[in-house]
């Protein structure tokens, strides 16, 4: 599932296959972008901004994508086979030698690079921002506790809080405060929870599987998510997995309700 974590690794991987390279070919399979042409463009490298990714290309030129659920970019030798199938590509990006591939892309968008942050101007501070600071701590535990009825699971989950956490690294964020999904934000030590989040999804950015624990071993790298058939790891009690939010904003969510005493939904 993409979250700030893997829109961060992504990035790093479309900057080392193209970042100086000129575009041989360059498809944008949209109806707003296909008639852009790319080709001749030098990709000059990628940005990631919580779940948004830009790539950058020269003469002021970048563009967004959204991975949201299903998303995935793919690189290879150009003339290798396809891993997707091709009706699924949104963007085709070819140099001389290498091939980058955007399958399922939501929200693309063209914009000059200066324009970039008004995209983004939305969101709270991305928990991987190679700028943190104090500053950023603080911005993010004003939006955190600017709702303290909010339910902390949901407040997690929204991208004007902070950028980058996802449904995965909600139940885990949840499991380390020691909290259930539904506790108010009031009753969450606030700069914890922003602390903790930034560590976890800073720990994972560049590797493909996910550990929270400090274990990574099969079925022990995460506290709860995904814990259907498996205990909690700390208590050897029984995990639940139920569902939090309606409408477009229902998740699964995972917790141990001995280790995460509070209200459940």
Sequence with gaps: MPEGDTI???????????????LTKGELRHPRLSTVELQGRAVLGARPVGKHLFLRFSENLSFRSHLAMDGIWQVSPVGARWRRPEHQARAVLHTEDTRAIGFLLQEMDLVETTDEDRLVEHLGPDLLDPGWGPAHAAEAVARLTADPAR???LALLDQRVMAGVGNVFKAEICFVLG???WTPVSDVDAERAVAVSRDLLDRNKMTHDRCTTGDPRRD???????HRTTPCLVCGGKVVATTQGAGTMERVAYYCPTCQPGPVG
Excluded: C, K, Q
């Excluded at 022990?220 to 995904?226: E, F, I, K, S």
């Design 8 to 22: 961060y690794r992504t990035a790093a991987m479309l900057t080392t296959a193209l970042a100086g390279r000129v």
């Design 151 to 153: 339910e902390i699971g």
């Design 179 to 181: 909290v259930s999904p």
């Design 220 to 226: 022990r790298g995460l506290w709860v998510y995904g």
